[in-house]
């Protein structure tokens, strides 16, 4: 869940959320938030636009494996999937 702060928007178009603050729904904030009634957006894609080197990779694409093939090598792609798979069965 996202509470969101405001919106940022860039020379291409491409606009992304700045200041926003994210909860996963175990954070005990999430209760005292929904109870204060401040507005929350639920995403299930856990990417973002981010700045890196210079350079703005906006989310603009249907997918987070779409975008990740857009940023990194193929080489790379395979060491994240691998890393993922790693974490995904610690958090299990």
């Given at each position: 869940?996202?509470?969101?702060?405001?919106?940022?928007?860039?020379?291409?178009?491409?606009?992304?959320?700045?200041?926003?603050?994210?909860?996963?729904?175990?954070?005990p904030?999430?209760?005292?938030?929904?109870?204060?009634?401040?507005?929350?957006?639920?995403?299930?894609?856990?990417?973002?636009?981010?700045?890196?080197?210079?350079?703005?990779?906006?989310?603009?694409?249907?997918?987070?494996?779409?975008?990740?093939?857009?940023?990194?090598?193929?080489?790379?792609?395979?060491?994240?999937?691998?890393?993922?798979?790693?974490?995904?069965?610690?958090?299990k």
């Amino acid at each position: 869940m996202l509470l969101k702060h405001r919106t940022a928007s860039y020379a291409d178009k491409a606009h992304a959320e700045v200041g926003l603050e994210e909860f996963w729904e175990s954070n005990p904030a999430v209760d005292l938030l929904k109870e204060l009634n401040i507005p929350l957006e639920t995403f299930y894609t856990s990417f973002s636009s981010f700045y890196y080197q210079g350079k703005l990779y906006p989310f603009k694409h249907k997918s987070n494996s779409e975008f990740l093939q857009s940023v990194i090598s193929a080489d790379e792609m395979k060491a994240y999937k691998k890393w993922d798979q790693k974490l995904s069965g610690l958090y299990k």
